[in-house]
């Protein structure tokens, strides 16, 4: 999304409807529950996990992965498993 910025919102109903919406994409954080991300350090994917939750309030994440590393970066992908590894669904990269 070239030239657009993307906000997590948990509460909708307070969007300022005066916000052009082809510069800010809005995302509910339950979009986020049960995606595949990757793992990254110095550059490198030590592996991957699923997203069990974000908490954005308390600034902090759980991954299920046995990756225990601690890591630089993450890569979210287009795949939604369960932590029993079933797929559920694939997400359209623009919405994400």
Known sequence: MDGK???VKIDKEKINRF?????IFY??????KY???G???DGFCL????????????KTLNIITP????????????IKLTPEGVEL????????
């Open 67 to 78: 990756i225990e590393d601690k890591v630089d970066e993450l890569r979210f992908g287009i």
């Open 39 to 41: 793992l990254i350090k």
């Open 19 to 23: 916000v052009d919406k082809n510069l």
């Open 5 to 7: 910025y993307t906000v």
């Open 89 to 96: 669904q694939y997400l359209d990269r623009e919405l994400l």
């Open 27 to 32: 995302i509910e954080p339950e979009r986020f």
């Open 47 to 58: 592996g991957v996990g699923i997203v069990k939750e974000i908490d954005f309030k308390n």
């Open 35 to 37: 995606l595949l991300v």
